[in-house]
């Protein structure tokens, strides 16, 4: 039985790994909560990884945030992501794990890349200002990654995933990502009747969205790909790969499918005067789909799951 450690089990894409490794069965799950183990603390993660026996990792712990959090705490998002990366993928490899897999982010890539973004455009222009600190740490666990391939034959692999949503997400009405806020806001005002719900900016700039649950299919599909498929699709310093729908939709249909799925009966109206941002963000995910997977959950199912998952636990959930 494999003994598999899942870095930020308590968070959305952490725990949908957890989940899918527990319905797969055979798996010998470690976790560590942030009391027992500080992951920007490199001698604690050392000595955790020289006495639990490790086989495989799964790196999906981080520090994230949204565009405002980003902006305000660069040095936090920088510093943070870089250690815990660092710390735990080097003290993977002096505790012998063989198999690792970490978990970036879309916005490694060029603010004005080709669309739909392909690996291959890594490193190859400006990225956005406003989370270029966190994208250059996610750039940089790739490179580890990569590095320790090259130097040690290990086989440390990474994921680049499309913007996520699901169970466990953050549903802060302004301090979350686009889906996971305006599901509570579309909440609140079909609770308290409103005429309208202000979305911002044209509602044009279209986006490409993926269910966690799926990300977590992904993310175990590629661990356990054997190493001849994986570096047949890879490159050995451009090895990372996409997982996203490789489909996209505006935010005004975002906004309407969201509306339909809470029940809020007002307008929808678009607020021109704010900013839209990019035009387009959509992944190629040609890569992984040669390798045979691709993502199953629909945008309205995976939204109606979560708005369930959400009504369970809207109590309890942090702001």
């Known amino acids: ?28 799950i470690v976790t560590a909560d942030r009391g ?23 790196l999906a712990a981080a520090k994230v945030g949204g565009i405002v959090a980003n902006n305000s705490y660069p040095a936090d998002f920088i510093y ?18 063989q198999r690792l897999l970490f978990l970036g982010s879309s ?9 739909p973004m392909q690996e291959t455009a890594l490193l190859t222009g400006a990225l956005e200002p406003t989370n270029e600190p966190y994208a250059v740490a996610k750039i940089a666990g790739i490179k580890l990654c990569e590095s320790y391939n090259r130097q040690y034959g290990v086989d440390y692999r990474s994921v680049m995933p499309t913007n996520l949503y699901g169970e466990n997400d953050n549903f802060h009405p302004e301090n979350s990502h686009v889906i ?8 609140e005002a079909a609770k308290s009747n409103a005429a309208e719900v202000v979305v911002w900016g044209t509602g044009k700039p279209m986006r490409e969205f993926l269910h966690v649950d799926d990300m977590a299919e992904a993310s175990v599909f590629v661990m356990n790909l054997d190493k001849e498929t ?15 729908t490789g489909v996209d939709c505006t935010i005004a249909e975002l906004a309407h499918t969201l509306a339909k799925v809470v029940g809020f009966k007002g307008e929808v109206v678009f ?30 199912e995976g939204l109606r799951s979560t708005y369930a998952w959400f009504l369970k636990h809207e109590s309890d959930i942090r702001l």
């Open 1 to 28: 039985m494999k003994r598999v450690f899942v870095a930020g089990h308590r968070g959305m894409v952490g725990s949908a790994i957890v989940r899918r490794l527990v319905s797969l069965g055979g798996y010998d």
């Open 80 to 97: 943070e992501n870089l250690m815990i990366e660092c710390n735990i993928i080097h003290s993977a490899f002096k505790s012998g794990v």
């Open 180 to 187: 996971p806020a305006m599901m509570r806001r579309f909440h």
């Open 271 to 300: 607020d021109t005067s704010k900013p839209d941002g990019a035009p387009r963000k959509l992944m190629d995910v040609s890569r992984l789909g040669a390798m045979g997977w691709q993502a199953q959950t629909s945008l309205e």
């Open 36 to 58: 027992s183990l500080d992951l920007l603390n490199q001698k604690m993660v050392a000595d955790f990884f020289a006495t639990q026996k490790i086989d495989e990792v799964y």
């Open 230 to 244: 994986y570096d047949a699709n890879t490159q050995l310093m451009l090895s990372h790969i996409n997982v996203g």
């Open 107 to 115: 916005c490694i890539y060029p603010k004005l890349a080709e669309q």
